[in-house]
């Protein structure tokens, strides 16, 4: 076997079955399944183009700027804009491909309030390691300077970072995985700054939550054979017979004959007519 059949191999079984859910989606529900993705796509661009204005950057700043040195409940609260905040300092379509490509493919994935549930966690994460950083002080393991009180967190990329990882572990893309974390450390090692290190605080709150979710999964307990009703062709379980209709069904008559084998009924010895046939033996 060639190394491209090999490497072509490895790459159907690393992405063929995301493919295949993302293929089907788009064929399916074509636009609408991206709703979400579409819209935090528009509202970045929006954002971008607003703060780059004269009288639009202090109302961004205001309204989606979250600091490790701002009031916990006022950081709180601009927290959801920040994730449609892109960096000054960088590209702004670096940031619109990797929300279109990433959320789109989470959104497919885990659903729309799923996929919002896991990037603002993962924001929320950064967040709050940003400020027991600056609070634990650059001495301390993985403490930070207090410089870094005053940085803005890092806006859309630890959401992006956070949902790679998270979907590639419901999907069991090992290798992708692995290959995002890894990316994520050599950053933090090449540039040690803070916004690498709330990607590696987002990535291990994602990861978090995915070994409590695997632990809860080994913990259920599988079904019992025999617990439930039959069912029927279309999923119902039988209902049980009412009681008007148990004599029907067991094969007895108005007065209470019959059985269910066909034998012939059985009857009492004092219910037989004659004298001689209701004087005992005895």
């Known amino acids: ?11 159907v079984r690393e992405w063929g079955p995301l493919a295949a859910v993302v293929r089907t989606a788009l064929a399916e529900r074509g636009a609408r399944a991206l709703a979400l993705t579409l819209t935090a796509t528009a509202l970045t661009a929006l954002v971008q183009l607003v703060q780059n204005q004269s009288w639009g950057y202090g109302a961004v700043r205001a309204l989606g700027a979250v600091r490790a040195e701002d009031p916990f409940w006022s950081a709180l609260l601009r927290t959801p804009l920040s994730l449609f905040v892109p960096a000054l300092d960088l590209p702004v379509w670096g940031a619109l491909a990797q929300i279109l490509l990433v959320f789109g493919v989470a959104e ?3 659903g729309r309030w799923r996929t919002l549930a896991v990037a603002y966690a993962a924001t929320l994460a ?3 390691y940003a400020r027991i950083g600056v609070a634990l002080g650059p001495e301390a393991f993985l403490g930070l300077p207090a410089s870094d009180a005053r940085v803005v967190d890092t806006g859309p990329s630890a959401a992006v970072v956070a949902l790679a990882v998270y979907v590639c572990h419901q999907r069991r893309a090992r290798f992708t995985g692995s290959l995002v974390v890894v990316a994520m ?3 933090v090692l090449v540039k040690d700054n803070l916004a690498g290190r709330e990607h590696l605080a987002a990535i291990a709150a994602v990861l978090a939550v995915c070994g409590v979710r695997e632990w809860l999964g080994r913990r259920a307990p599988a079904p019992r054979a025999g617990r439930r009703a039959p069912a029927t062709r279309a999923g119902r379980r039988t209902p049980a017979p009412r009681a008007g209709r148990r004599q029907s069904a067991q094969g007895l008559g108005a007065g209470g ?3 269910r084998s066909g034998a012939p009924p059985m009857r009492s010895w004092n219910f037989r007519r004659g004298p001689a046939q209701r004087t005992s033996w005895w």
Do not use: D, H, P
Request: charged residues 20%.
């Open 185 to 187: 450390v050599v950053e």
């Open 257 to 259: 004959g019959g059985t």
């Open 108 to 110: 497919i994935c885990l």
């Open 1 to 11: 076997m060639s190394r491209r059949a090999a490497l072509r191999r490895a790459a």
């Open 126 to 128: 950064g967040t709050l």
